[in-house]
């Protein structure tokens, strides 16, 4: 047979142009992901993509760069958008009949049809490519989307970081709400399409909730609002994680004479605002302290002593009215619904009773405390110093900042790690903004384990099963052993070096300044003390601490 060693020797050929172009192909790919790679001493630098700077748009192109590097951001945004695309747009659409006749439905269809979200998790995933060559791209995309959901120009004379990341975030956490009300509808009423009026109605607790941020009527009205028309529903939308970056304070005041401690307000938030004191150096926790501590406040109305002060003048009127009895008979009715406010809810006054005018004051305390951890907590170190008498200054503080941060009580303490920070570079009306991010891949984007720590043709850690028995220990007790016990001695010792590895990867920062980016470490950015501005921590979950 002639033909069959030029047979043998094409299937050859054809095999080994297959593997050539399986390495060529997907071995960069793995080789820039690979924990052992990036840590090589030989690996060449690798960057990310940066973003061009036409108009001064460093205070955007910090944001963007930051946010790129929360992975909980970047997941939520995946799992967002694909619940989305399962429930189908039907959902979060509004009929463009309705659209026409009620010309104020645009901006609850652009919330429910969460146009920033898809806007933002496109931008994060092309800053998130691994070039193999300097890459710089433009976020004109993205903020052309958002000009478009709030239908404005964004100003570029302010030129804040901070207000950009608020406008943002609280936009996104609005999207996020209004898809949760809309699916909650559509399957408490069984109907594929949501009714413009049911629509308006919940948008109307996203609103007010946006708008009265910090206050305790608008997180009551949304909070009461997610749980009317409830169903049980454990696969439902309780089994939701929420927008990572929420958060809420619960503030509390007590006063001081009568001891009334009022019902608490809860506030959310998605970035904490922290005033720096007017110091020359201080420190993150100075910063908490300033507004988790107790603080007294003067010249406050307290509910239960205006009630008592309504029931001391309602008895002296009752003293001097000895003839009349009609006029006794009211003062002694309005008593006794003043006393029974006063047993049931001091907050509640009776209406149909006139109290005094000009109740006393009373000093109070006032605290607050976290009752929702975010996953990701945006800090604002607030460095404007407002002066009426001149220009507003630059608090040009240092504030020093931990790589983890502790925050809560003995019983209830969370602990989070720093992942990304904006520093800004000059005065209070100009200067330039700078981003540093970890040179982190989190899961599931990374390939961590490619091939080894060795390379293409290193062994690997786990060794495949035999299809062979393996031969007994030998019962010479003087000779080598070869049993169980010498297996774990040497996978502690695999754990430490990659434990080691893992320390030296999370060393590894990016330094970005829009289009320049280079390798930086975290005592460097520990060091920004001067300029720090934005900090981003991650919540660190039990399985992380067992990790680490």
């Not at 189908?88 to 026409?100: F, M, P, R, T």
């Not at 909730?209 to 939308?237: I, M, V, W």
């Not at 001891?259 to 007017?278: A, D, H």
Request: charged share 30%.
């Amino acid at each position: 047979m002639p033909d069959k060693p030029l047979t043998i020797a094409t299937y050859a050929a054809g095999a080994s142009l297959a593997a050539i172009t399986l390495v060529y192909v997907f071995g960069p790919t793995f080789f820039l992901d690979d924990e052992s790679a990036s840590t090589s001493s030989n690996s060449r630098k690798k960057g990310v993509v940066g973003l061009s700077n036409p108009a001064n748009d460093c205070f955007i192109n910090s944001v963007l760069q930051a946010s790129a590097g929360l992975g909980h951001l970047r997941t939520y945004l995946i799992r967002e958008l694909h619940r989305r695309d399962l429930d189908g747009a039907e959902i979060y659409s509004i009929d463009a009949g309705k659209l026409k006749r009620e010309p104020t439905l645009w901006k609850i269809n652009g919330l429910q049809q969460g146009l920033v979200t898809k806007a933002l998790k496109d931008v994060l995933d092309s800053l998130n490519e691994r070039p193999l060559y300097k890459k710089t791209i433009s976020a004109r995309g993205f903020i052309l989307e958002l000009e478009k959901a709030f239908r404005t120009r964004i100003s570029r004379q302010q030129q804040d970081a901070q207000e950009f990341l608020q406008v943002v975030m609280e936009r996104v956490c609005e999207e996020y709400h209004a898809g949760k009300t809309a699916r909650r509808k559509a399957r408490t009423a069984h109907l594929p399409e949501i009714q413009a009026e049911d629509v308006a109605e919940a948008f109307k607790d996203v609103e007010r909730a946006s708008h009265q941020r910090g206050t305790d009527e608008g997180l009551a009205s949304l909070e009461n609002s997610q749980h009317t028309e409830k169903p049980s529903d454990a696969h439902g939308e309780d089994a939701e994680d929420g927008f990572p970056l929420e958060g809420k304070i619960e503030s509390q005041v007590e006063c001081l004479t009568c001891w009334f401690r009022p019902k608490p307000s809860i506030s959310s938030f998605v970035t904490l605002t922290l005033n720096v004191p007017y110091e020359t150096s201080t420190t993150l926790n100075k910063c908490f302290d300033g507004m988790l501590k107790i603080e007294h406040i003067d010249d406050y109305t307290c509910d239960k002593c205006r009630l008592q002060h309504a029931i001391e003048v309602k008895q002296r009127e009752l003293g001097l009215a000895r003839s009349n009895d009609a006029e006794k008979a009211q003062l002694k009715y309005e008593l006794s619904k003043i006393e029974d406010a006063i047993a049931d809810d001091p907050e509640k006054p009776p209406k149909d009773v006139r109290l005094p005018e000009n109740p006393p004051k009373r000093r109070i305390t006032r605290h607050m405390r976290f009752v929702h951890y975010p996953e990701i907590l945006a800090i604002h170190l607030s460095r404007s110093v407002f002066d009426p008498g001149s220009i507003s200054t630059k608090n040009m503080a240092k504030v020093s900042f931990p790589e983890t941060l502790s925050l809560g009580g003995i019983l209830d303490q969370k602990r989070y790690k720093l992942v990304a920070m904006v520093s800004h570079i000059g005065v209070h009306s100009s200067g330039h903004y700078e981003s540093f991010r970890r040179q982190l891949v989190n899961q599931p984007y990374s390939t961590p384990h490619s091939f080894g720590t060795d390379g293409v043709y290193s062994v690997s850690n786990t060794p495949g099963v035999s299809i062979t028995h393996s031969p007994r220990p030998s019962a010479d007790v003087n000779g080598p052993r070869l049993g169980p016990d010498s297996a774990p001695t040497q996978s502690l010792s695999e754990k430490m070096r990659l434990k080691r590895k893992a320390k030296s990867v999370e060393n590894r920062w990016w330094r970005i300044s829009d289009d320049k980016i280079k390798d930086s470490k975290t005592s460097e950015v520990l060091a920004q003390q001067k300029g720090v501005y934005l900090l981003f921590y991650t919540l660190i979950r039990p399985r992380d601490d067992l990790e680490q």
